[in-house]
Each structure stands twice: as C-alpha cells, then as structure tokens.
C-alpha cells in the first residue's frame, strides 16, 4: 500500500530530474560505493565534510528520518522543495549504513521500509559523508556549520542542534509536513 502511493512519484521524479539534467548519472572518474541492503545493492558517491558544507543548501539526514516518508507516507521530498525550492543537496553519513544494515539484521518493524528507503536513496542522489564516528548523533554534532541543515525528528538531537550551536534542523510536524527552526 505504502509502495504504490509513494513509488511511482518517486519514479515520475526520477524520469523528470534526469531528463532535466538535474538528476546526473555517475561517470567513470566518480568514485562511488557499492551497498547492500535488503538484497538490494546500491552505489553512493563517498564525500568528506569540506564537501558537504561547499554544496548549495547541504541536509543531512539522521537516520530516523528516512523512515518519515513511508512510515507517515509523507513525500519529504515535495516537503523539502516546499521549504527550500529544487537547489539541494541530500547526504546522509556512512554510520547510517550500518543502522540501515542493523535494522535489517534485527528484524526492526521497519525493516518492510529497507527496499524502499533503498530505491530513494539511488534515486534523490543521495551521497554518503565519510565517518569516524560510528553514533550518528555524534557525528552529527561533531559537525556542526552555519550552512548546514539537519534533516532529524529525535527530539533530543534537536533540541541539542538549536540550544547549544543555533544549528538549523528539518524536522516533521503533526506527521503531515516539515519545518525548519
């Protein structure tokens, strides 16, 4: 049910933003990694942090809010373009791989989420942030910059992100749109 409400604007997208140009498919002097999750395998260009704060509107995303879409099925990307217009760039740190892969091993209740997750990721060019630090809220806050958005609903991350370095967050409202603070 999920699938078929949130997939095929995934796909429509998909087509749009490569025929746009948008959407790059990879070369062969790009560098990218190859996972598997699910059984599904996928490759995501690896970028260090310099990178990510050079990019034109960086987010980042917790891991928590990858589920957002299917679980509340909530098109974050219509959200997110909502928010910021169509310049910007999604990112999410190589830990969340692994919290990804953890979900799968311990048979999580979203773990139904894990294929689809998978599909957005290849498909909205996600890159992953190379990591040290295998917390993602670690990371996360080890690396903080001004131009920066944090895409998390762990509220205790975000209260820390606004309190402590005034950083900016995304997160979901009443489970039917998102919001920047």
Request: with cysteine; glycine share 2%.
């Amino acid at each position: 049910m999920i699938k078929e409400i949130i997939m095929p604007r995934m796909e429509n997208k998909n087509k749009n933003l490569l025929n746009s140009g948008t959407l790059k498919q990879s070369t062969s002097s790009e560098k990218f990694e190859k996972f598997t999750i699910d059984n599904s395998t996928f490759d995501l260009k690896r970028v260090d942090f310099n990178f990510v704060k050079k990019s034109l509107t960086p987010i980042i995303f917790d891991t928590n809010f990858l589920f957002v879409t299917f679980e509340f099925k909530l098109d974050i990307i219509v959200e997110i373009e909502k928010l910021l217009g169509k310049n910007y760039n999604l990112f999410i740190y190589e830990g969340t791989i692994e919290e990804l892969k953890a979900v799968e091993r311990k048979g999580d209740k979203n773990k139904k989420f894990l294929p689809l997750i998978v599909k957005m990721l290849n498909i909205y060019n996600f890159k992953i942030i190379k990591s040290d630090i295998a917390y993602i809220d670690e990371q996360i806050l080890s690396n903080v910059d001004d131009n920066v958005i944090i895409a998390t609903n762990d509220k205790e991350l975000r209260q820390k992100l606004q309190k402590k370095y005034c950083q900016k967050v995304m997160y979901m409202r009443q489970k039917s749109y998102l919001e920047i603070a």
